[in-house]
């Protein structure tokens, strides 16, 4: 088997164990929905599907709508569910792979294009991005499409200028404009990834400026290919440049997480010397601290992969130096370091352009803002391989041969050296470690999924109650994904911090946690149940009954049962029933943060309020801790509102009703009225 063949056997066995590590138990890891994931796909990339096709999104501090439409096609074809938000990010994660051999293999050799890319496979890094549904996983993709083009055209030019101006011997080499336009058109389509995109440019200009000064005729044989490649980039960018222009404030994101930077601007230099020694460390030392993407503070590599990281550093950065020296001294005998020190220098410019985001932006060290550095990483992690001259294996018993098969047995040991620290290390701490911490199941909601596991093998569980914050409708997204979209069982969900649902009796509760006078009306089902850290109980709606005089109904279908103030708490509990399907305004999905000037509040709440004996008002609490949206005709609830008048005056009544907060309008009764009193004074 020549070594074509067998390179392309070992890429596409490495390939496929990328695959498989990237599909596994999808659904399950991470261990639930996170809002940004389900933001992503259920508003932005919804927006595709709805007709709204546009190049970039005010959605979530603004959003690049490349990504999105791709994962329109996914959400088509499989709808929301694992398939429809996860497969498309597997599928770019894993097509990283390949690419990065492809990238490493034209800079430096085969071995380190093999060698990154099977450390890229099993990182934690790598497989982190490439199993939820963000935009930031084709960034890579799209970054190594654009530098394995642009370094093709690069090599073409190059041989040209060696070969000279002899048309017999050009005539036989593909032109290199045609590989810089295709860098062009990966390059211009990152624009529309992510924010990231727009350094990639500011890469190939510090490169190019690089070539200008140790290899001026390689320079001048190229720049015409480089201009044309930078030009059609800027004419592809001009959609998303005129779009950011007429909505300036869409890039709001921006400026919230650029906190080193504007204090940097007044003076204050230390948060950004703060946040990139933070950054630089990250590789060994300490990483990001986000629960959401990262055991916190764990470094990218342990001891063995880090000494291979920051060895490969040295290794490039000696060979920039060594030409910098050379080119100084004014040596002639320059191309076996010419050889190195470009592909070096192009290789450090990347990785420090892809972790620069992390020097000037919360939180430091940040695996997603410095996404673009990713393969770069694992290319300078296998760059030590690269120098242990690995050659095929000689079967003679010459010494020259036998000295060449130690070095290739030694150069396969480092690079099983190296794998296996990475995947012994990120695969069970990626797997088993980070899933398995209570912060990150309660980021990603693992608890609900837990609860829809015992509701999808409870068949008779239809109606039933479940706790949550209410912050959004994010909870009871991610509760009908478990749920399978099964329109047979419908949960209704509350605050148990100031509500309680009576009826359906059964209600999942433990988080948050329950209002003392709450907790006796709720009694642990027998045989317990458990589901993360809800458990299962019961109530019994009799409890309204003793205490309910009359029903007064409003016109949108909610009816007030009791209403009854406590002066020792001054707490006011409401009890509502459901008389009829509530009548509530359309209330569409919008992204958190909502776009620049939508509304993006609940849209029906109680207002509470206590007056004073001539009428004046002393102090409201306004709220509904109850999703309307899920409650049906027949269910009864109870909240509580806090109205602690001001000290030493006294309260004479209680006013409360509905109304919608976007409007301000009020709910009538269904006699008229805008408002119910409760006499409470002595």
């Not at 004419?235 to 919230?256: K, N």
């Not at 629960?291 to 503070?297: C, F, G, M, V």
Request: glycine share 8%.
């Amino acid at each position: 088997m020549n070594r074509r063949k067998h390179d392309f056997w070992l890429v596409l066995g490495i390939t496929f164990v990328a695959f498989v590590l990237r599909l596994w138990q999808l659904g399950q890891l991470p261990p639930g929905w996170r809002d940004d994931e389900l933001i992503n796909s259920l508003v932005i990339s919804q927006h595709v599907l709805d007709g709204n096709l546009a190049v970039y999104y005010a959605d979530a501090s603004g959003h690049e709508a490349l990504y999105h439409a791709l994962n329109a096609i996914m959400l088509g074809l499989f709808g929301a569910n694992w398939l429809g938000i996860r497969l498309l990010s597997a599928f770019l994660g894993t097509l990283t792979v390949p690419l990065t051999y492809q990238v490493g293999r034209k800079l430096f050799g085969r071995w380190v294009g093999l060698t990154a890319a099977a450390g890229l496979t099993v990182s934690f890094w790598g497989l982190m991005y490439a199993r939820f549904g963000l935009r930031h996983i084709l960034m890579p993709v799209l970054t190594l499409a654009t530098f394995y083009f642009f370094w093709r055209g690069f090599q073409k030019g190059d041989q040209r200028l060696e070969i000279g101006d002899s048309r017999r011997s050009i005539s036989n080499l593909q032109s290199p404009v045609s590989n810089y336009l295709l860098a062009a058109v990966f390059m211009g389509l990152g624009f529309y990834t992510y924010f990231a995109g727009r350094g990639v440019p500011l890469i190939l200009l510090a490169f190019m400026g690089f070539v200008w000064l140790v290899k001026r005729p390689s320079f001048w044989q190229q720049w015409r290919g480089w201009v044309v490649m930078l030009g059609a980039t800027a004419v592809l960018a001009i959609p998303l440049i005129l779009t950011l222009q007429a909505q300036p404030e869409a890039e709001g994101r921006v400026g919230e997480l650029a906190v080193p930077l504007v204090e940097a601007r007044q003076g204050n230099f230390e948060p950004l010397q703060e946040y990139a020694v933070t950054t630089l460390g990250m590789f060994h030392a300490t990483g990001d601290d986000e629960w959401l993407y990262n055991i916190p503070n764990r470094p990218l590599f342990g001891v063995v992969g880090a000494l291979f990281f920051w060895g490969g550093v040295l290794l490039a950065l000696f060979d920039v130096l060594w030409l910098v020296w050379v080119k100084v001294r004014h040596r002639t005998d320059e191309s076996a370091n010419m050889a190195r020190a470009l592909p070096a220098a192009f290789l450090l410019l990347w990785w420090l352009a892809g972790i620069a985001p992390a020097f000037i932006s919360v939180p430091p060290a940040s695996l997603g803002h410095t996404i673009l550095a990713q393969p770069a990483t694992y290319i300078l992690a296998a760059l030590p391989i690269g120098r242990l001259k690995i050659g095929d294996w000689r079967l003679n018993s010459a010494p020259k041969s036998l000295i060449s098969n130690l070095q290739s047995l030694l150069g396969i040991f480092a690079v099983l050296i190296l794998i296996g620290s990475i995947a012994m290390r990120d695969l069970p701490d990626y797997f088993q470690r980070w899933p398995e911490r209570g912060m990150v199941r309660f980021l990603y909601r693992a608890d609900i999924q837990d609860a829809a596991d015992y509701v999808n093998s409870t068949p008779e569980m239809s109606d039933f109650g479940v706790s949550g914050l209410l912050a959004g409708p994010w909870d009871r997204i991610a509760l009908e994904i478990d749920l399978h979209h099964n329109e047979a069982v419908r949960p209704r969900w509350f605050n148990s911090e100031r509500a309680v649902l009576l009826s359906p009796p059964l209600s999942f509760v433990g988080f948050p946690d329950t209002a003392v006078s709450y907790k006796p009306l709720l009694n642990p089902v027998a045989p317990r149940v458990k589901a993360g850290y809800y458990q299962l109980a019961q109530t019994e709606a009799q409890i309204l009954a003793e205490q309910t005089k009359e029903r007064i109904c409003f016109s949108n279908g909610l009816c007030l049962l009791t209403a009854v103030f406590d002066p020792k708490t001054s707490r006011l509990a409401l009890g509502w029933q459901v008389a009829e399907t509530l009548q509530l305004p359309e209330i569409p999905l919008i992204s958190n943060p909502p776009p620049p000037g939508v509304y993006a509040g609940p849209r029906l709440q109680v207002f509470a309020q206590l007056l004073d004996a001539d009428g004046n008002f002393l102090t409201g609490d306004d709220g509904l801790w109850v999703d309307p949206v899920t409650l049906r005709p027949g269910d009864i609830f109870l909240q509580q509102h806090w109205l602690a008048p001001p000290e030493g005056i006294v309260a004479e009544t209680a006013v409360f009703g509905l109304y919608d907060p976007m409007t301000g309008e009020r709910i009538l009764t269904s006699d008229g009225r805008d408002h119910l009193r409760l006499e409470i004074g002595d």
